[in-house]
């Protein structure tokens, strides 16, 4: 079994930061691309970063400048620094993953998400 674990969200002032956290664990050979997904309420889950496993980056147009997304290969973590938050941002954050486990192949896991409120 695999498990991808999220903490840091909470409400927080526009212009804000916070950071988010993610870990996965269990039955895993190697990670491939990590990232963060957002859904706020009558939404499109949207992608908002993501992470390969060589470190290359890419980031939703919205976010570009006040989201940093990073890993830590070795402890198959993932975190988001939201800087300069805004209420447009309020939504529930996801991790995602895309994890080897071997003769099972590559196989594409979810967090239970997390809930980020920016209030103006």
């Known amino acids: 079994q695999v498990q991808l674990v999220e903490s840091g969200g909470g409400l927080v002032q526009a212009g804000g930061s916070l950071r988010l956290s993610c870990a996965a664990s269990?039955?895993?050979?190697?990670?491939?691309?990590m990232g963060w997904y957002r859904q706020a309420p009558g939404k499109q889950r949207e992608l908002v970063a993501r992470?390969?496993?060589?470190?290359?980056?890419n980031y939703a147009d919205s976010v570009k400048g006040r989201f940093t997304i990073s890993r830590d290969s070795a402890k198959n973590t993932v975190s988001l620094q939201m800087n300069t938050l805004k209420p447009e941002d309020s939504a529930v954050y996801y991790c995602n993953a895309d994890i080897y486990r071997g003769w099972l192949g590559t196989m594409n896991y979810w967090g239970e998400g997390t809930l980020v409120t920016v209030s103006s």
């Open positions: 992470i390969t496993s060589g470190g290359s980056t």
């Open positions: 269990g039955s895993i050979s190697s990670i491939n691309n």
